[in-house]
């Protein structure tokens, strides 16, 4: 697109301040110096921004930037009042081909995001017969690219920029977690979705980095709702009320386990390494069975959701059971059984870690529970009350250690949630270092012993002063402690 195209783009917007003149075609947009791959509109963002990063990616071969502040510097600007909603307003105009159509569909909640969303696009993947895109927290699919992914919901140009691959590979379809944050930070500015999925809310993400208070968390999912064209909604949601209210104009389609939901699941079976239940669908007055490949009550209702956008699309039973019973996400609810049972979970705030302990008091009803957790060190700062009190009232013993520190100190985050753990006189052990943490657990563990292994899944890195240090995973730490494969 032409520089003076994107010019007029944004003052159509209302969003530009200043500018130059130029016919000089754009292809590209950055916004880390360090990723320059030629010519492109660079895009100056974030609390960190130095203006070195911009005369780095001038000095590779950008020659125009968007910004809120001039720089002065040797290249045509783009002078903006809101950089992240015009990155995203630019990032759509240069790599969206609106001659070619994808159904986009996208997930939010506190817990469940993630299986949801795989649950979906693998009913897609076996509806189509092809692989779709996707990005979770666990890794992307593009259509011609694949990765681990950092963020639940990635910035506005590697959205644009997933979406160009799929449409050119002719996919069609795209599954995205949305964060709320996503939505505070405009990263999802001008999409359009097909489906919204809600799947739940508590209170978290409450941090100086995050959210400003809990009705700001919930306004920025009901913002992302507010762009689909038809909403999931999870009727036992205690906000449901207020979600349905603000959703006035919207299609709407409710799941849940009580009568009044379009999609009400029911007679749940547990079995070693699946659960089967009924659904019925009140748009179809009729009752199906399904079976899902992974432990967990709270996975039947991301199972049902995902039922109900796939019924939505069109999606066959077959394919829908298929996609099912293919879903098993690395880093939820993997189970591994050696001299005691030990799980890798993502749990980390009080609504997963409560749904956890849960499915594991009715799973191993003589067991001892013990857990192997930290909490941040900058963001969802509250969990250290609320998964500290779930764990003193739950747990057998304690394993505290580091999980994403940050610019805090271990030490000092471990005390605090031992004041939570105190009341309850649970027994616990500080080990800082957390493959040793881990590796503790299981050597002090026998077979009445059931050990959660909590917060951080199949993730690779410890955040440490905003540094990402390689870690080897939960999953790793385990599968070498055991020398077993996890039961899929």
Same mark, same amino acid.
């Given at each position: 697109?032409?520089?003076?195209?994107?010019?007029?783009?944004?003052?159509?917007?209302?969003?530009?301040?200043?500018?130059?003149?130029?016919?000089?075609?754009?292809?590209?947009?950055?916004?880390?110096?360090?990723?320059?791959?030629?010519?492109?509109?660079?895009?100056?963002?974030?609390?960190?921004?130095?203006?070195?990063?911009?005369?780095?990616?001038?000095?590779?071969?950008?020659?125009?930037?968007?910004?809120?502040?001039?720089?002065?510097?040797?290249?045509?600007?783009?002078?903006?009042?809101?950089?992240?909603?015009?990155?995203?307003?630019?990032?759509?105009?240069?790599?969206?081909? !609106?001659?070619?159509?994808? !159904?986009?569909?996208?997930?939010?909640?506190?817990?469940? &995001?993630?299986?949801?969303?795989?649950?979906?696009?693998?009913?897609?993947?076996?509806?189509?017969?092809?692989?779709?895109?996707?990005?979770?927290?666990?890794?992307?699919?593009?259509?011609?690219?694949?990765?681990?992914s950092h963020n639940t919901t990635p910035e506005s140009v590697d959205l644009y920029s997933l979406i160009k691959d799929a449409k050119e590979e002719n996919l069609k379809y795209c599954v995205l977690e949305v964060s709320s944050q996503a939505s505070k930070l405009k990263r999802i500015a001008t999409l359009n979705f097909d489906v919204g999925v809600f799947v739940n809310i508590s209170y978290d993400h409450i941090s100086y980095l995050e959210h400003a208070d809990f009705d700001e968390y919930l306004n920025c999912k009901v913002a992302f709702l507010k762009q689909c064209k038809c909403v999931f909604l999870y009727r036992n949601s205690e906000y449901y009320d207020y979600i349905r209210n603000?959703?006035?104009? !919207?299609?709407?389609?409710?799941?849940?386990?009580?009568?009044?939901?379009?999609?009400?699941?029911?007679?749940?079976?547990?079995?070693?390494?699946?659960?089967?239940?009924?659904?019925?669908?009140?748009?179809?007055?009729?009752?199906?069975?399904?079976?899902?490949?992974?432990?967990?009550?709270?996975?039947?209702?991301?199972?049902?959701?995902?039922?109900?956008?796939?019924?939505?699309?069109?999606?066959?039973?077959?394919?829908?059971?298929?996609?099912?019973?293919?879903?098993?996400?690395?880093?939820?609810?993997?189970?591994?059984?050696?001299?005691?049972?030990?799980?890798?979970?993502?749990?980390?705030?009080?609504?997963?870690?409560?749904?956890?302990?849960?499915?594991?008091? &009715?799973?191993?009803?003589? &067991?001892?529970?013990?857990?192997?957790?930290?909490?941040?060190?900058?963001?969802?700062?509250?969990?250290?009350?609320?998964?500290?009190?779930?764990?003193?009232?739950?747990?057998?013993?304690?394993?505290?250690?580091?999980?994403?520190?940050?610019?805090?100190?271990?030490?000092?985050?471990?005390?605090?949630?031992?004041?939570?753990?105190?009341?309850?006189?649970?027994?616990?052990?500080?080990?800082?270092?957390?493959?040793?943490?881990?590796?503790?657990?299981?050597?002090?563990?026998?077979?009445?012993?059931?050990?959660?292994?909590?917060? !951080?899944?199949?993730?690779?890195?410890?955040?440490?002063?905003?540094?990402?240090?390689?870690? &080897?995973?939960?999953?790793?730490?385990?599968?070498?402690?055991?020398?077993?494969?996890?039961?899929?």
């Open positions: 697109m032409k520089y003076n195209d994107l010019v007029n783009l944004l003052k159509n917007k209302g969003l530009l301040v200043d500018c130059d003149s130029s016919d000089k075609v754009y292809q590209a947009v950055y916004y880390d110096s360090r990723k320059i791959l030629g010519d492109g509109v660079f895009v100056c963002k974030g609390l960190n921004f130095k203006k070195e990063y911009l005369e780095n990616a001038i000095e590779k071969g950008v020659s125009a930037y968007l910004s809120e502040v001039d720089y002065h510097v040797g290249a045509l600007k783009l002078i903006v009042n809101d950089v992240l909603e015009a990155m995203a307003v630019i990032s759509e105009a240069i790599y969206d081909d !609106k001659t070619k159509q994808i !159904k986009l569909i996208g997930v939010t909640g506190t817990k469940g &995001k993630t299986t949801t969303a795989d649950f979906i696009h693998n009913i897609l993947d076996s509806y189509t017969g092809k692989k779709n895109a996707y990005w979770t927290t666990v890794d992307h699919f593009t259509g011609k690219s694949s990765d681990s603000e959703l006035k104009d !919207k299609e709407i389609y409710t799941f849940g386990d009580t009568e009044d939901c379009d999609y009400c699941f029911s007679d749940l079976t547990r079995y070693s390494d699946s659960t089967s239940f009924k659904v019925f669908n009140k748009i179809k007055n009729e009752t199906k069975e399904y079976k899902i490949a992974i432990k967990g009550d709270f996975n039947v209702i991301n199972a049902t959701a995902s039922i109900g956008v796939a019924n939505y699309l069109g999606v066959d039973y077959k394919s829908i059971l298929n996609g099912l019973l293919k879903t098993w996400v690395i880093g939820r609810m993997n189970i591994y059984e050696g001299k005691c049972t030990v799980i890798v979970d993502y749990a980390h705030n009080k609504i997963s870690v409560q749904a956890l302990l849960d499915t594991l008091r &009715k799973d191993y009803p003589n &067991k001892n529970i013990k857990l192997v957790f930290g909490c941040p060190g900058d963001r969802g700062v509250n969990r250290r009350k609320d998964v500290g009190e779930l764990a003193g009232k739950y747990a057998s013993y304690i394993y505290l250690t580091a999980e994403d520190p940050q610019t805090k100190k271990i030490k000092d985050i471990c005390d605090e949630i031992i004041s939570y753990i105190e009341p309850y006189n649970t027994p616990y052990v500080v080990e800082e270092d957390r493959e040793k943490a881990i590796r503790r657990a299981i050597d002090e563990a026998n077979s009445d012993d059931v050990i959660a292994i909590i917060g !951080k899944g199949d993730e690779t890195y410890q955040i440490v002063n905003g540094e990402y240090v390689p870690y &080897k995973s939960d999953i790793v730490v385990v599968e070498e402690a055991l020398n077993l494969v996890t039961e899929k």
